[in-house]
Structure formats: C-alpha cells, structure tokens
C-alpha cells in the first residue's frame, strides 16, 4: 500500500476465509489508506482461529467483483485441501482470463511447513483453520509429507507460470523487506 499510495497509484483490500470478510474499491486517498491499516492491525490484534478457509470461492468473487483490470496481489499459504488444488488452479485463470495482472505471495514459514523441520519427539499438530488435533513424531511421516508439498508446490508454481502470474515465495522468518525488494527488483528488470 506504501508503494501504490507513493506512486499516487489507487489500492483496496479484500479479507477473507471461507468468504469475503472485508473489501473496499480501491482509492488513493490518506484516508483510505488510514482505514485499511486500521483493518489490518484490528486483524493482527484479534486473529480469527479456527475458522476454514475457501480459496478457490474466494478468488472467483475477486474476479467477479473487480470490474476494471487491476493488478491483484494475493497473500496465502495455499494450504488447501489437496482435493481442492484444481479449484484453486481454475480460480487463479478465473483472476487472468478476467484480464487482471496476479502476484501470488506463497506465504510460508519455510522450515516448518515445507521442510517439516521439527526435533524427533511426540508432537500434537493444531490444525488452525478446525482445530483438529493430530499426535505424532515428526519423523514418522515427514518423507511423504514433505514430497506431497514439493509436488503441490511445484504444481501451483507451473500453474501460476503457465496462467503469467507473478508466484514469490514469501518465508515469514525472512521479513518482509527482503521478500519485497527481491521481488520489486525483478519486476524493475521485466519493465
């Protein structure tokens, strides 16, 4: 929002879960973007847990919503059901065939969620959107799981290449400042 309000560019945000939650037309106005802040701390400051999560549902709304072509940066795990990684996939085209330029965030905490990196001792895993509980030791099942998300992410990175979206990795112990200047650095070279 920094950059977009700096460059007298007009910004909005859409929150969602299992459906939109909170979402504005884009303006460029101090106000505007005093609200959206206000949003985003309220957010921070009261995190809604346990609640699922409907990606693919939530996309297409965008599409729909957003009638003039604007540029869509979506911040996500993209921790769904892997049943779901093709309604994911369809909502993404869904963003491009809508003529809208998509920045896709993997947001990630790389050495735990990709790479399973956890000590060798009894664990009970919270699932955060249902709060499902799962007891385990890590290295029971860290092989597969950590194949199953490579292949998934490998799949959404093709996907996203294949559709011309901007996919970046975005490993939360990084920062943000590292994961923006790589990635404005890349996108000063294709411009």
């Not at 001792?121 to 919270?126: A, G, N, S, T």
């Amino acid at each position: 929002m920094n950059a977009l309000k700096r460059q007298r560019d007009a910004f909005g945000l859409t929150l969602f879960d299992d459906e939109l939650r909170f979402s504005t037309g884009a303006k460029s106005s101090t106000v505007h973007y005093r609200l959206l802040l206000s949003k985003l701390i309220e957010r921070i400051e009261n995190p809604q847990l346990n609640k699922p999560t409907d990606l693919a549902s939530s996309l297409h709304q965008v599409a729909e919503a957003f009638h003039r072509r604007s540029l869509v940066v979506v911040f996500t795990d993209v921790m769904e059901n892997p049943e779901k990684a093709e309604e994911v996939f369809a909502a993404l085209q869904h963003l491009r065939h809508a003529k809208h330029e998509v920045i896709l965030f993997h947001v990630t905490d790389k050495s735990k969620e990709l790479d399973f990196e956890f000590e060798n001792r009894p664990y009970v895993f919270i699932d955060m959107e249902n709060g499902e509980e799962v007891r385990l030791q890590p290295n029971q099942v860290k092989e597969y799981y950590t194949k199953q998300v490579g292949v998934f992410t490998e799949q959404l990175r093709m996907k996203c290449l294949q559709f011309k979206i901007d996919f970046v990795e975005a490993d939360i112990n990084q920062g943000f400042l590292p994961i923006l200047q790589t990635w404005m650095a890349k996108r000063a070279r294709m411009h």
